[in-house]
T-cell receptor, first 115, second 116 residues
Framework: AQKITQTQPGMFVQEKEAVTLDCTYD???????LFWYKQPSSGEMIFLIY??????QNATEGRYSLNFQKARKSANLVISASQLGDSAMYFC????????????FGTGTSLTVIP | GAGVSQSPSNKVTEKGKDVELRCDPI?????LYWYRQSLGQGLEFLIY????????KSGLPSDRFSAERTGGSVSTLTIQRTQQEDSAVYLC?????FGRGRGTQYFGPGTRLLVL
């Protein structure tokens, strides 16, 4: 089974609108971390936001928020007020394991912001 | 510099030649990862170093691939007898040891390898 599933290969959003990028995960660990990364066309992976499995509040970082639904094992990224510079690939990732070295990435979602 | 650096940024080589890719992690980061990303694809885990522990090599695709990390800092990924299917972007990431932080990985800009 896939550890991280991103079911949206491509998404479009109008500038200034909000968009949700889906991510579901699979783990039997109680302690794990969830991450979102942005990869613009330049290729560098940019860390956006983190959610720990024991965090009770949804994580927020500026225009990014993570909709964490633990029972459903989902960790969707919400981008508010989309900007043209948000056009990029977005990867969901999970860290699990007692040593924390098991790190899994999804296949990514390509987001295009339309002016 | 403050971030992860990788060199070279681009490498073109002929099939059958050996290549070495270098990664300089963020100072103080004891964990270092190598990934491979083929065009339009996700990240493929290759190898993981944590401090002085034995590396996790479970992602290396063949024995032509090897990596070392000297002095717990700089890492070199070596591909011997390169094949055309090795063409990809090779990404390096570093993080604090899990337990000292969230384990957030910070990535370098990557090395784009093209094997002709």
């Amino acid at each position: 089974a896939q550890k991280i599933t991103q079911t949206q290969p491509g998404m479009f959003v109008q500038e200034k609108e909000a968009v949700t990028l889906d991510c579901t995960y699979d783990t039997s660990d109680q302690s794990y971390g969830l991450f979102w990364y942005k990869q613009p066309s330049s290729g560098e992976m940019i860390f956006l936001i983190y959610q720990g499995s024991y965090d009770e509040q949804n994580a927020t970082e500026g225009r990014y928020s993570l909709n964490f639904q633990k029972a459903r094992k989902s960790a969707n990224l919400v981008i508010s007020a989309s900007q043209l510079g948000d056009s990029a690939m977005y990867f969901c990732a999970m860290r699990e394991g007692r040593t924390g070295n098991q790190f899994y990435f999804g296949t990514g979602t390509s987001l295009t912001v339309i002016p | 510099g403050a971030g992860v650096s990788q060199s070279p940024s681009n490498k073109v080589t002929e099939k059958g030649k050996d290549v070495e890719l270098r990664c300089d992690p963020i100072s103080g980061h004891t964990a270092l990862y190598w990934y491979r990303q083929s065009l339009g694809q996700g990240l493929e885990f290759l190898i993981y170093f944590q401090g002085n522990s034995a590396p996790d090599k479970s992602g290396l695709p063949s024995d032509r691939f090897s990596a070392e990390r000297t002095g717990g800092s700089v890492s070199t990924l070596t591909i011997q007898r390169t094949q055309q299917e090795d063409s990809a972007v090779y990404l390096c990431a570093s993080s604090l040891a899990f337990g000292r932080g969230r384990g957030t990985q910070y990535f370098g800009p990557g090395t784009r390898l093209l094997v002709l």
